[in-house]
Nanobody
Framework: QVQLVESGGGSVQTGDSLRLSCTAS????????MGWFRQAPGREREFVAV????????YYANSVKGRFTISGDNAKNTVYLQMSSLKPEDTAVYYC???????????????????WGQGTQVTVSS
């Protein structure tokens, strides 16, 4: 099992920045990728960004590209999401997730991730 703990959420104004963190513990040795998803009220959970440990590559949803940066430290089993130029439409619960299995490129669907954090609320007001 893998446990994930997120932190760093909060309430900010449009244009502000926030940094989310997520640390994995437990059976982390076979983790292939760590990513972030988000879920706004009344909407389905959607992919935000992912970093693949085996290739060291990062991928982003179009809606956050250029504003969000995912980074991580595989040795510390920690991933970060630096969010800048935040907009009200970024308001959501943000979830960290771990994918155990390798895939060419990346996986943007939640069903491809085996472990999830409890989520952290990000609220952006205008």
């Amino acid at each position: 099992q893998v446990q994930l703990v997120e932190s760093g959420g909060g309430s900010v104004q449009t244009g502000d920045s926030l940094r989310l963190s997520c640390t994995a513990s437990g059976r982390t040795f076979s983790n292939n990728a760590m990513g972030w998803f988000r879920q706004a009220p009344g909407r389905e959970r959607e992919f935000v960004a992912v970093i693949t440990w085996t290739e060291g590559r990062t991928y982003y949803a179009n809606s956050v590209k250029g504003r969000f940066t995912i980074s991580g430290d595989n040795a510390k089993n920690t991933v970060y999401l630096q969010m800048s130029s935040l907009k009200p439409e970024d308001t959501a619960v943000y979830y960290c997730a771990v994918r155990r299995y390798y895939t060419s490129g990346y996986c943007a669907h939640e069903s491809g991730y085996q472990y999830w954090g409890q989520g952290t609320q990000v609220t952006v007001s205008s």
